[in-house]
């Protein structure tokens, strides 16, 4: 493995643990796996003055690195529970349910694909781009386990397991860090879907009604329960 694979060999993931996605563009410009351009040179200049780069930034030098690695062995992971959400929130009439989360810096989108597409009733995992021009990480396939694509980084499984693993936790988290609805994208404003980190209508369409009238009134001041 060359020093620029062993660098890059967990790609975007690494910014987690203290490699800022600009200092890995820096490695592959050097090393000649990403094509020169005046776009990537002001990134690392705003980088280095600055200290940081937009979301949008990110993902796009994400999105550069990703097509300069070797591919990795895929392996499925067992994340059959967001299906068992996609499919309730069928159930419920909603046409094309979405769930959004992120992995680190990088935006995560969950969509099912459509009756004539190639794997109709899985769900494609991408940054949420445009459809040609997106990020893609992966797909749930219709068995429950998601494959990832070479751009998976394990953030992007860590947190599709978390989903799966307790819905509404990871859900809750979002909301409060974002202050938007995992499920709708809306902003919370009510104060009980504000605690609970996402709306009333997203919880009975995606089968978490329970957990968040507990949520809800739990965080509750006595008094006006």
Not at 101 to 130: F, R
Request: a neutral charge; glycine letters at 6%; charged letters at 20%.
């Amino acid at each position: 493995m060359s020093a620029f694979q062993e660098m890059l060999r967990v790609d975007a993931a690494e910014a987690s643990d203290g490699a800022h996605p600009a200092v890995m563009l820096q490695a592959a410009l050097a090393h000649g796996k990403v094509r020169p351009s005046d776009f990537f040179t002001s990134l690392i200049y705003q980088y280095e003055t600055k200290g940081d780069l937009s979301d949008k930034q990110i993902a796009c030098i994400t999105k550069a690195i990703s097509k300069a690695l070797p591919a990795r062995t895929s392996v499925a992971v067992d994340v059959s529970q967001i299906l068992d959400l996609f499919a309730k929130a069928k159930a419920s009439g909603i046409k094309y349910p979405k769930i959004r989360m992120s992995a680190g810096s990088v935006p995560l989108v969950l969509s099912m694909c459509g009756s004539k597409s190639k794997s109709p009733g899985a769900i494609n995992v991408t940054d949420g781009g445009p459809f040609d021009d997106n990020l893609w990480f992966g797909q749930i396939k219709t068995d429950g386990n998601f494959v990832p694509s070479r751009s998976a980084t394990p953030e992007v499984v860590k947190v599709l397991s978390a989903l799966a693993a307790n819905p509404h936790a990871t859900a809750h988290a979002y909301g409060v860090r974002t202050s938007n609805c995992c499920f709708c994208a809306k902003a919370l404003t009510d104060s009980r879907s504000v605690n609970a980190g996402y709306g009333p209508t997203c919880a009975s369409n995606f089968g978490l009604e329970v957990q968040w009238a507990s949520a809800a009134d739990q965080a509750l001041p006595e008094e006006i329960k």
